[in-house]
């Protein structure tokens, strides 16, 4: 059974930092391609970062600079380091194996001071 359980959103004030983190059963990450999306209240789902299994990256331009995704094999986890975080980047962040299609519960990230 595949899980992608999301963790490390909260309420930050605007130039702050966050720390999202998927962590995946069922599926490796090193072995598959990877993926975080958000969707805002009202707002369609929104692609915000991937990392393929060669480790190449791609951002949007909303969050380039900004944002990082990264990969622990080891923990067989999926991290998204956020900064400068804006308070129109309040959503709630989904991690997606792409590859498969699994996607986690999501977590929630509100940033407003």
């Known amino acids: 059974q595949v899980q992608l359980v999301e963790s490390g959103g909260g309420l930050v004030q605007p130039g702050g930092s966050l720390r999202l983190s998927c962590a995946a059963s069922?599926?490796?990450?090193?072995?598959?391609?990877m993926a975080w999306y958000r969707q805002a209240p009202g707002k369609q789902q929104e692609f915000i970062a991937s990392i393929t299994t060669s480790s190449v990256t791609n951002y949007a331009d909303s969050v380039k600079g900004r944002f990082t995704i990264s990969r622990d094999n080891a923990q067989n986890t999926v991290y998204l380091q956020m900064n400068s975080l804006k308070p129109e980047d309040t959503a709630v962040y989904y991690c997606k194996c792409s590859r498969l299609g699994y996607w986690g519960q999501g977590t929630q990230v509100t940033v407003s001071s």
């Open positions: 069922g599926i490796s990450v090193s072995f598959n391609a």
